[in-house]
């Protein structure tokens, strides 16, 4: 008898030691399926128990549902790492159609009353409904006998899920759960319930940032409708381009390697890329034109030419009367020498207008003719002489590409210092702690001509590199900007061809963004189908091969 005792008392120890060894595993583990399948697995080993259940009680909702199954004698297993249980195993309501509570199935009753059930023979237990486990049983040919059921409680007292253990078996024989498993079950569901609550308060801490981070970066894309989704499409491309890195053989990239975290920090770096652009004011950000301010001044430059061709209109007139020859005649004249003038004068606003769009790059002669059709004065009501175009006009006619002058420029490139100032004051935790180095490099160039701080391609990672070819990508794409034809690929990618010959994009990133056909996989999600056209990659410039 002394040696039974001893036994029991050191198979008891035994079993306590494993609990806390199991309850140091249970708050290391950060993976919520792998969570799962220790809770289970542990609480049928520690009891006995052939087979079990994890119910999780979602907020807001009054069913449990089936979020891991396991079955030895039935080789089942589904959730966790398994085999997903939806649709296979429908959830178990706590509460009947007429509001009364569910408390027929005892692992609602459980729940809701928040204490252990210890069932000794399913088929014998009088007060509980096991018509669903006959008919589980019926149809897989199971027995379920013994039942142990616990609630998991979180730190408010709250129930936030349940674990139900079958048929303790030992030596071959199902036997009833003890007080001993229940005590045991009891300690484990605690240890697990703080597992769980961590792994849920993480989750929804991590949910709300992310949804923080899209709404920072949703209204900067409401703010200026003509980039339309840029802030949502660029961590589309830049994801693309990474996984293939990750995933490519070229020998520039071979030690670039990405995991679930490495991701997730570039997905919230590409999110916030824009963050700064919060200050940008709206009239510089929906610079669309190169006059364009409240409104576009070229209308007001096409009111001014069509008073020169009146003027000139006019001055003919008082000519003819001058001269008193009257008649036909001269009036055929004035006709004449008025629609040749407004003929000229027509030209000069279409050239304005084109322009003014800021589409193509503007030549000396270009800039020349601008100068001079300044200098062509009209009279104001006030008799006053007025030139054509002031000094504001001609500087913003005059950029020679694009449609924002220096000055607006700078406030546009200014997003950045202000995206910098904002990131690094943000106490980013470990895993994210790159985001602002990410975030921060997609305009640096590889020569050290970027903005903001001036980095070279040495002194850039390659995430941010990606980054910075995934947003001229998107912007030289985009097939909803307003003031613009959506561009083929083959047009914009010869630009960015182009821009890593000239040291603004890294060469071998390109390569790989051609060579891996990322640039066609993000097309067929994101463009206009016409925008699709065929591209011959082997004529593309940039793409240096050794």
Known sequence: MPQTTEHARDALLERVRRLNEIGVAL???????????????????????????????????????????????????????????????????????????????????????????????????????????????????????????????????????????????????????????????????????????????????????????????????????????????????????????????????????????????LRTAAWLHDCGKVVTPHHVMEKSTKLEGIFDRVDAIGDRLEILARDHEIRQLREALARQTGGKQALQEVDRASAERREALTRDLEFLRRSNTGGEFMTDEDIARIEALANRGWDSLDGNRRPLLDEDEIRNLCIRRGTLNDEERGIMEGHMTVGMQMLEQLPFPAHLRRVPEYALGHHESMDGRGYPRGLTREQLSIPARIMGIADVFEALTAPDRPYKQPMPLSQALTIMGRMVEDGQLDPDLFRVFIDEGVYRRYAEQQLDPRQIDEVDTARLPGLWRD
């Open 27 to 265: 708050s290391a583990e950060r993976n919520k399926p792998q969570l799962l399948e220790q809770i289970l697995s542990n609480a049928r080993a520690l009891t006995g128990a052939d087979a079990g259940s994890i119910y999780l009680l979602e907020p807001g909702r009054n069913q449990l549902e089936f979020a891991l199954v396991q079955n030895d004698t039935l080789d089942l297993h589904l959730g966790g790492t398994g085999d997903p249980v939806d649709g296979q195993l429908p959830p178990v309501p706590l509460y009947r159609e007429d509001g009364e509570p569910n408390d027929q199935a005892v692992v609602v009753w459980s729940v809701l009353n928040d204490r252990t059930a210890l069932i000794a023979d399913a088929y014998r237990e009088q007060g509980f409904d096991f018509s669903g486990t006959r008919a589980f049983d019926q149809r897989t040919g199971y027995r379920t006998c013994s039942v142990l059921s616990v609630p998991l409680r979180n730190h408010e007292g709250q129930v936030i899920a349940a674990l139900q253990l079958l048929n303790k078996t030992v030596d071959g024989d199902i036997r009833p759960f003890d007080e001993q498993d229940r005590d045991l079950a009891r300690s484990l569901a605690s240890q697990a319930a703080v597992a769980l609550t961590n792994q849920r308060l993480i989750d929804e801490l991590r949910e709300l940032f992310d949804h923080f981070v899209q709404v920072i970066a949703t209204a900067i894309d409401a703010k200026s409708p003509s980039t339309g989704a840029h802030c949502r499409r660029v961590p589309e491309a830049t994801l693309l381009l990474a996984e293939a890195a990750s995933e490519s053989r070229d020998p520039a990239v071979r030690d670039f390697h990405f995991g679930d975290d490495d991701y997730y920090e």
